[in-house]
């Protein structure tokens, strides 16, 4: 397994140089620059005073020679400087990057403890009433668009109740954080839970209809022996998969759920700093989305292993 983890790691690491100059690519051919900014910020830099500031920073050359001296800079460590924060990249990412760590692992965390029992029940009572009405639970969640379900809670608890502040991060201590994380934790939990719940609800009854369920059965292991020993465990292969692609959509969500409350997450800082052609900042959080899809890929490949034996990872 340690060799196929290692192997795994340099393909990664070739998926995330690839993705580095796609991004930059992109970015790069978005229209205007940091240059033109100033320019229209400040009315007496002239055209000339552009083109020779462009000259100062690099961005007169091709595209191609930007990239190869960016990319340099980055495997010596230097990330580069925001442009819309005065301050390095590194600075500011960090603490955005444990505020998106936070908010995505605690609803990440409840939308498994909710959505894996939930879908486990209603593929054991299959087109019974319980199926019927978490299948209605699981579509609703699916169908919200996250803005939308952003604005219904905002108005709900903020507006209407006024047990919970609309957005922004807070600052009065714990108790006060934690409310202001209840509402984007909330909203990323149910549109989470759906999806996870229709997968394992699929997964359980396929699992049912295998042939070693009803060989148990005729053994004479109960019902809950079956589900524990054998149901669970295969039928959460498949999960595993969803669970993993989840997490990776789940930092694109959180941009959305982030930017509606005001988070000052991944999301937000990388939707701001494209807006405002922080070129360096949008690269390194743009990599790190690609960084955290990549890791909940490689620990879906390493959990199959654990949950059938008979899966080898080295082969």
């Known amino acids: 397994m340690l060799s196929y983890i290692v192997q795994r790691i340099g393909e990664s690491a070739i998926v995330l140089a690839i993705m580095s100059f796609v991004i930059y690519g992109l970015i790069g051919l978005m229209p205007g620059d940091p240059i033109d900014l100033m320019i229209s910020a400040n009315p007496n830099l002239s055209p000339a005073d552009g083109e020779r500031l462009r000259a100062l920073y690099g961005l007169d050359r091709p595209l191609h020679e930007r990239y190869v001296t960016w990319f340099g800079d980055l495997l010596r460590g230097d990330l580069g400087y925001s442009r819309l924060h005065n301050q390095p ?3 500011v990412l960090v603490p955005r990057l444990w505020n998106s760590v936070l908010l995505m692992g605690l609803s990440f965390f409840l939308a498994l403890v909710i959505a894996l029992p939930a879908g486990v029940l209603a593929g ?19 169908s919200v668009p996250p803005f939308w379900l952003a604005i219904l809670l905002i108005m709900l608890f903020a507006v209407s109740l006024g047990w919970l502040p609309a957005g922004g991060m807070g600052s009065g201590g714990f108790w006060d954080s934690l ?4 509402l984007p934790v909330l909203s990323l939990t149910l549109l989470t839970v759906g999806g996870i719940i229709r997968f394992a609800r699929a997964a359980t009854i396929e699992a ?30 498949p999960v595993v998969t969803i669970i993993a ?30 807006l405002g052609n922080d070129f360096n900042l949008a690269l390194i959080g743009l990599l790190l989305a690609t960084l955290t899809t990549l890791l909940a890929n490689l620990a879906a490949d390493v959990a199959y292993s654990w949950l059938d034996p008979r899966i080898s990872l080295g082969e």
């Open 208 to 237: 049912l209809r295998q042939d070693y369920v009803r060989t148990a059965r005729a053994k004479g292991l109960s019902k809950t022996g079956v589900v524990l020993r054998h149901v669970l465990r295969n039928a959460m292969i």
């Open 179 to 182: 409310r202001h994380l209840a």
């Open 89 to 91: 990249v590194l600075d």
């Open 124 to 142: 054991l009572y299959a087109r019974s009433p319980l199926d019927h009405g978490l299948n209605l639970i699981a579509f609703a969640g699916i």
């Open 245 to 274: 692609l989840n997490f990776g959509a789940l930092f694109s969500g959180a941009l959305i759920t982030e930017t509606m409350f005001g988070y000052l997450g991944m999301g937000k800082t990388i939707y701001d700093s494209i």
